[in-house]
């Protein structure tokens, strides 16, 4: 069964400071992995999302993740975070055929910035 | 473009009661979904429906939920005699290539 885990239930860093957010994931084969964001009262947003390719993806706000097939990794990055990005951020796996679309997801990980 | 929108944004309803939660997805996009996400946790799958197929039921948690849909068009998730445990929020989703999928705000339901 596919399974996604975060390992941090919650994370604070300084304005300004790198970001790295981790994921693992459990599935039989390369599967589509996503990274969603969930602003207090809002629904989620995609940051970005892996498919196949070049294994280094870019999404909004500055974000990007690399995956890492070796490790089961989806790990989410950003060079300098922003008051901003305080949020809850949502790991989650989808199947590699596109006719069953049941996304499982992580836990979460609460993001809180410090001035 | 209208996003999806869901209605209402909260209910707080007694327990043993019935509650029905709207979603109305993005034109044109020919899948929907329903998630669930309890206090602190992540988003449990619900039902999907994908155009004219029948539709995946796999993750309700019993009997008293279900879902329709009117053909590629909005959605109502039922709850049957309502339990405290199903508080939670509850975001509906929706897609046209079939695997990017886009949330909706979410019906906050308390029950009582």
């Known amino acids: 069964a596919q399974s996604v885990t975060q390992p941090d239930i919650h994370i604070t860093v300084s304005e300004g400071a790198s970001l790295e957010l981790r994921c693992n994931y459990s599935?039989?084969?390369?599967?589509?992995l996503f990274w969603y964001v969930q602003s207090p009262g809002q629904g989620l947003q995609l940051l970005l999302k892996?498919?196949?390719?070049?294994?280094l993806v870019q999404g909004i706000k500055g974000f990007e993740a690399e995956f890492k097939r070796s490790q089961s990794s989806f790990n989410l990055r950003k060079p300098s975070v922003h008051w901003s990005d305080a949020a809850e951020y949502f790991c989650?796996?989808?199947?590699?055929?596109?006719?069953?679309?049941?996304?499982?997801f992580g836990q979460g990980t609460r993001l809180t910035i410090n001035p | 473009g209208a996003g999806v929108s869901q209605s209402p944004s909260n209910k707080v309803t007694e327990k043993g009661k019935d509650v029905e939660l709207r979603c109305d997805p993005i034109?044109?996009?020919?899948?929907l979904y329903w998630y669930r996400q309890r206090l602190g946790q992540g988003l449990e799958f619900l039902i999907y429906?994908?155009?004219?197929?029948?539709?995946?039921k796999s993750g309700l948690p019993s009997d008293r939920f279900s879902a329709e849909r009117t053909g590629e068009s909005v959605s109502t998730l039922t709850i049957q005699r309502t339990q405290q445990e199903d508080s939670a929020v509850y975001l509906c989703?929706?897609?046209?290539?079939?695997?990017?999928?886009?949330f909706g705000p979410g019906t906050r339901l308390t029950v009582l």
């Open positions: 989703a929706s897609s046209f290539s079939g695997v990017e999928q886009f």
């Open positions: 599935y039989g084969a390369t599967p589509y």
């Open positions: 892996y498919f196949s390719g070049d294994t």
């Open positions: 989650a796996v989808g199947p590699l055929i596109q006719g069953a679309q049941k996304l499982v």
């Open positions: 034109s044109g996009h020919t899948a």
């Open positions: 429906f994908q155009g004219n197929s029948a539709p995946d």
